[in-house]
């Protein structure tokens, strides 16, 4: 099964941006939905963004439409996360997600995922 592992998280202004990574063990191709979750302490985990490689779609929560891109680099089996106009609200632990390789379909329940980064830190201050 592949390994998902993020990076790219850190310290950053409000109104900075980072980039996050999330490298996969294997061919990424192989991987038609790929998703962004985060979890702030004290709340529940909460959906980002996802694209669909398959049909060709991409959906965002409505927090972060506009300021954040979801892409993917083939060639390094990457998953990114361009993050921009930062918040203090968006200070979060970030996980990516890959559904399973027969899926083609975003979802934005974690429950539909089945691989899953060990996570990054995101802290935006104010």
């Known amino acids: 099964q592949v390994q998902l592992v993020e990076s790219g998280g850190g310290l950053v202004q409000a109104g900075g941006s980072l980039r996050l990574s999330c490298a996969a063990s294997?061919?990424?191709?192989?991987?038609?939905?790929l998703g962004w979750f985060r979890q702030a302490p004290g709340k529940e985990r909460e959906f980002v963004a996802a694209?669909?490689?398959?049909?060709?779609?991409?959906y965002y929560a409505d927090s972060v439409t506009g300021r954040f891109t979801i892409s993917r680099d083939n060639t390094k089996n990457t998953v990114y996360l361009q993050m921009t106009n930062l918040k203090p609200e968006d200070t979060a632990v970030y996980y990516c997600?890959?559904?399973?390789?027969?899926?083609?379909?975003?979802?934005?329940?974690?429950?539909?995922?089945?691989?899953w980064g060990q996570g990054t830190q995101v802290t935006v201050s104010s």
């Open positions: 997600a890959a559904r399973g390789i027969f899926e083609s379909l975003i979802t934005t329940k974690g429950d539909d995922y089945d691989y």
């Open positions: 294997e061919r990424i191709l192989s991987y038609n939905v």
């Open positions: 694209r669909s490689w398959g049909v060709g779609s991409t």
